[in-house]
């Protein structure tokens, strides 16, 4: 009889049972587990991301149908009584190293990003909140009403992985948790309006990280020089700027958009790259507002 493999096992083959065994020795309260395990509760949340369930008696019910089938997953079957209690009382920092380590394998297998020819790593950054029950989330508060959190990255630009997560409330301003990243010199970060800090502007610059933004409509600019040089299509000017206060010479690109017709205003601290490439920088953000589109059309919170 020939042999086939389901799509749950395949995916589980990515984690190696004995590494995934040592995590949930390491991260497990309270009394051992007779019948049900970590392994157990994992393979039954993964089934629920995959195939959406909507609640937990929904993704007991779903496994009830492959009852024989689970043997083979190392899973023996559970109740919904079962798996609720597991998910309310067992510490969540399993499912977090796990996660880190699964990313770190696939950063050193994501391919190197060709359309800079930059020295630095480039990284996109943004923030975008997830909508939360707050009767289930009270921590989670955003309004009187409404609960929400508010989900932090910073994605590499190769491979367009996750280089930096975090996870607050809604009403976390994302200039907060930006201040505390350590990016490594010479890389350059590319994030939108809502990051505008002249301070961390400063702070970058000292630490030897470019950025690259859009500048505010109301923002404090002394106009400086125009920059020497060839423009590049769709590059309208290129000048220096004083930003505020700031004693540092900053940079700004008015960029005329062919296929919108909107023209766009650039501010950075890259004073030795085309205009051209600055423009690319920021529409590559465009790829991080793609990741967070994936993560609330496929992953169910």
Known sequence: ????????????????????????????VGQKFRSF?????????LTAQMSARSSLRDVVDTLDVQSG??????????????LARCNEKQPHTLYEELFKRLLGRCQGMAPHNKKFKLNGKVYLLDASLVELTLSLFPWAKYQKTKGAAKLHI?????GYLPAFVDFTKGNEHEINR???LELPKGSYVVFDRGYTDYR?????????????????????VTPGRKRRGRKSPGVIEDREIK???????FRLVTYLDEETDITYQFVTNALDIPAK??????KERWQIELFFKWIKQNLRV
């Open 178 to 180: 930006a201040r505390e």
């Open 37 to 45: 395990s970590r392994w157990s509760q994992f393979v039954a949340m």
């Open 1 to 28: 009889m020939a042999h086939c493999s389901t799509v749950l096992s395949q995916i589980v083959r990515i984690f190696p049972r004995h590494e995934f065994q040592h995590l949930a020795n390491k991260h497990h």
């Open 154 to 158: 910073g994605l590499d630009a190769d």
């Open 277 to 282: 490439t600055v423009a690319a920088l920021y």
């Open 243 to 249: 930003l505020g206060k700031l004693p540092e010479t």
């Open 200 to 220: 961390w502007y400063q702070e970058l610059t000292e630490d030897g990280v470019f950025f690259v933004s859009r500048l505010k409509s109301n923002a404090n």
């Open 69 to 82: 089938k689970l043997y083979h997953l190392g899973v023996k079957k559970f109740s919904r009584a079962t």
